[in-house]
């Protein structure tokens, strides 16, 4: 069966995924805030992240009859039947968690669909990003375009970086990641962070922000995969500060860069600065 038809299948699924998600998080989940442990990336991982994970592989072994490997933040791998995978299913639970502990409302579940063997973030064949507390969904499928609520999104066609807003991740206790977007906060209409990748992306998607810039090197891939699909089927460019591919999964403790765009000429412009930035 081609990968697009493959894909279109399992979307119905991962919506249903995320609404039993979010229903959980915006009630009990919201008095489950306590920390429990460090996950494998050695982040703080709160009661409502594992508990919002368990609901995901629940969903995924009772609507799948076929076995499915799943690659989550919290729980590292975890084989949902004894058996030969049908897919690779990598899962942010709550991406943007310190966000939704604080009462911040910038939160999302991402869900990313690959074949076992093809972990490169190309061979993404569906993707969804769901906004919790609004409940809004993005989603694409390989081939077969970018959807928010149901309907076709297309980026901005902003080209110029003077006049574009632009999303952007940095450590800030990191003076060197801080340096490297001095050019962006020179050049740029305005600068915007949510703390939520997974949504940034997606606001990339559908025009929310015309680019998205990322020069920590920590990224993990939980927390991008479904969104670039997103952005790509929409229209828009996803690399990493050179301009490359993003690197194959090999975990979910692997960093990345990420400078995404909705126009060729923006996504230059955007890789022109970070390289200034870069060699500042």
């Known amino acids: 069966m081609p990968g697009g038809a493959v894909a279109e299948d399992l979307l119905p699924l991962l919506r249903a995924i995320f609404t039993e998600v979010r229903a959980f998080l915006l009630g009990a989940g919201q008095g489950h805030l306590e920390t429990v442990r460090m996950n494998p990336r050695g982040d703080v991982s709160k009661a409502f992240d594992l508990e919002a ?4 592989i629940a969903g995924l072994r009772e609507g799948l009859a076929e076995p499915v490997r799943v690659l989550t933040e919290e729980r590292g791998e975890v084989l949902t039947k004894p058996g030969r995978p049908a897919y690779t299913i990598i899962v942010d639970p709550v991406d943007g968690s310190e966000n939704f502990a604080r009462g911040n409302d910038c939160t999302a579940v991402s869900l990313a669909v690959l074949r076992p063997e093809d972990l490169r ?3 993404v064949l ?5 906004h919790v507390h609004t409940g809004t969904i993005f989603e694409a499928s390989r081939r077969g375009g970018a959807r928010r609520g149901g309907r076709p999104i297309a980026p901005s066609a902003v080209g110029r970086l003077e006049e574009a807003l632009v999303a952007v991740d940095l450590n800030f206790r990191d003076k060197g990641t801080v340096s490297r977007i001095f050019p962006l906060l020179a050049r740029a209409r305005a600068l915007r962070r949510y703390g939520s990748a997974a949504l940034e992306l997606a606001g990339v998607a559908s025009g929310g922000a015309d680019g998205y810039v990322d020069v920590r090197g920590t990224l993990s891939p939980e927390n991008y995969l479904a969104a670039a699909l997103i952005v790509r089927e929409a229209g828009g460019l996803v690399t990493d500060w050179d301009g490359n591919p993003l690197a194959p999964v090999r975990s979910l403790t692997q ?3 990420i400078v995404a765009a909705g126009t060729a000429a923006l996504h230059r412009a955007l890789l022109d600065a970070v390289r200034e930035g870069r060699a500042g």
């Open 53 to 56: 994970e368990e609901r995901i």
């Open 126 to 130: 569906a993707g969804l990003v769901g």
């Open 121 to 123: 973030p190309e061979a």
């Open 255 to 257: 960093g990345q860069t």
